[in-house]
């Protein structure tokens, strides 16, 4: 069961790029505290380091129907592989000093059951409120009444955004397409010795 959440459909509509997060480069990450699945909460605009932040829809549950229509809005199928790819490319991640957030709208007893179940071994953010759509301006769509962020991932460096992808398409890309920029633009170790996933 749920298995449909672990392959992307053929097809699938390519999301464009509408200059909806042209202003993010170069901004610095707000001070804002976002519930973690892991009990505590996190502001990013204390994060120091190397910082990659994927913010997505909704990760689908395999025991909840996916709203009707999903598959035909652009860019918001693949949350689950997208997840996972970050999964798979952790250690490389951490390897460069680079600490992961996954983030969305959803509340964080869902995302503790995405986390468990896709065994990842980062944190999950819940911005349920949509604050970081107002601070930073993000991009959202809105699917059976309820409005969700649209798929973009930061890089951030000691609070301050280097990189943004955006559109991301394929989902399950990101995580490989972050490691190649990283690999020709960072600077591992310039934050310090300890990776920041590893720092209190």
């Not at 709208?105 to 071994?121: F, N, T």
């Not at 301006?137 to 991932?153: A, C, D, N, Q, S």
Request: charged share 20%; glycine share 8%.
């Amino acid at each position: 069961m749920g298995t449909h959440l672990f392959e992307l459909p053929p097809n699938l509509p390519r999301p464009v790029d509408d200059g909806a997060a042209a202003h993010l480069l170069g901004s610095s990450l707000p001070d804002v505290a976002f519930p973690s699945t892991d009990g505590t909460s996190v502001n990013l605009g204390n994060l120091r380091g190397l910082w990659v932040i994927y913010i997505y829809p909704m990760t689908g549950r395999p025991d909840v129907p996916l709203p009707d229509g999903w598959d035909g809005i652009p860019g918001a199928r693949g949350c689950t592989l997208q997840s996972c790819s970050f999964r798979d490319h952790y250690e490389e991640l951490n390897a460069l000093r680079a600490g992961v957030f996954g983030l969305s709208a959803q509340a964080s007893d869902d995302q503790r059951e995405a986390r468990d179940r896709l065994h990842l071994p980062f944190q999950l953010l819940s911005d349920s409120s949509l604050e970081l759509k107002r601070t930073l301006r993000l991009p959202t769509f809105t699917v059976e009444g309820i409005e969700l962020l649209k798929r973009l991932t930061l890089i951030a460096e000691d609070g301050k955004i280097g990189k943004v992808f955006y559109p991301v398409f394929p989902p399950d890309r990101n995580a490989d397409d972050v490691l190649v920029w990283l690999r020709s633009n960072a600077q591992p170790g310039a934050a310090g010795d300890t990776p920041p996933a590893a720092r209190p």
